[in-house]
């Protein structure tokens, strides 16, 4: 299966800025999920949005999804220096358990 | 929710040899994952495991290099074998539940010498 796109692969912002990533995806899909990665290690879970919902929030971060366009975006506010790290999209492609990854955006937030 | 321990942690290993990587997870599942993270890449599926049955490799993956055991449903092994530089990555598995988050061992930093 081919990986979803995702922009921009790198960004680099102040503290206290807004970070916006976005992501690309090929297939139907049941939902699509944000991960975090801090130094190449496991996975930290960061959101899941419903191919049924265009939006959604938790704490910093929001999500919003376009099923017409097959595209998502993460907005983090307010970021922080502890926010430095890759984030990757996921989809369930075609509604299966496995996922399909982005190829990842890696944010760096200076102080 | 799941909690996934996985091990060893890292590794140097020689070219020629193989290494085999152990995912326990704390409930059971059905299908668990084994991912690749290539240096400075996203994650690609390796395959996924079944219990009772062999598993599912995606293109580009066969069962000669990447031998999967899946003995019961809480515990799955990934072997890297005949390992070159190539195979020098960070391996990861997984579980999910459909329709909900997955979850992710620490994973396995792999360097070949």
């Known amino acids: 299966s081919q990986q979803g796109e995702e922009d921009p692969q790198a960004l680099s912002i102040q503290e206290g800025e807004n970070a916006t990533m976005n992501c690309s995806y090929k297939?139907?899909?049941?939902?699509l999920q944000w991960y975090r990665q801090n130094s190449g290690r496991g996975l930290v879970h960061l959101i899941l949005?419903?191919?049924?919902?265009r939006e959604k929030h938790s704490g910093r971060l929001r999500v919003t999804l376009d099923t017409s366009k097959k595209s998502s975006s993460l907005l983090i506010t307010a970021s922080r220096a502890a926010d430095t790290a890759s984030y990757f999209c996921a989809t369930d492609e075609g509604g299966a358990q496995k996922l399909v990854f982005g190829q990842g955006t890696r944010l760096t937030i200076n102080p | 929710s799941a909690v996934i321990s996985q091990k060893p942690s890292r590794d140097i290993c020689q070219r020629g040899t193989s290494l085999t990587i152990q995912c326990q997870v704390d409930?059971?599942?059905?299908?668990m994952f084994w991912y690749r993270q290539q240096p400075g890449q996203s994650l690609t599926l390796i395959a996924t495991?079944?219990?009772?049955?062999?598993?599912?490799?995606e293109s580009g993956f066969v069962i000669d290099k990447f031998p999967i055991s899946r003995p019961n449903l809480t515990f799955s092994t990934l072997t890297v074998s005949n390992m070159s530089p190539e195979d020098s990555s960070i391996y990861l598995c997984?579980?999910?539940?459909?329709?909900?988050?997955?979850?992710f061992g620490q994973g396995t930093r792999l360097t070949v010498v």
């Open positions: 495991a079944n219990q009772g049955s062999e598993a599912t490799y």
């Open positions: 409930s059971q599942v059905t299908m």
């Open positions: 997984s579980v999910s539940y459909s329709n909900t988050e997955a979850f």
């Open positions: 297939t139907s899909i049941n939902n």
């Open positions: 949005i419903r191919s049924n919902e």
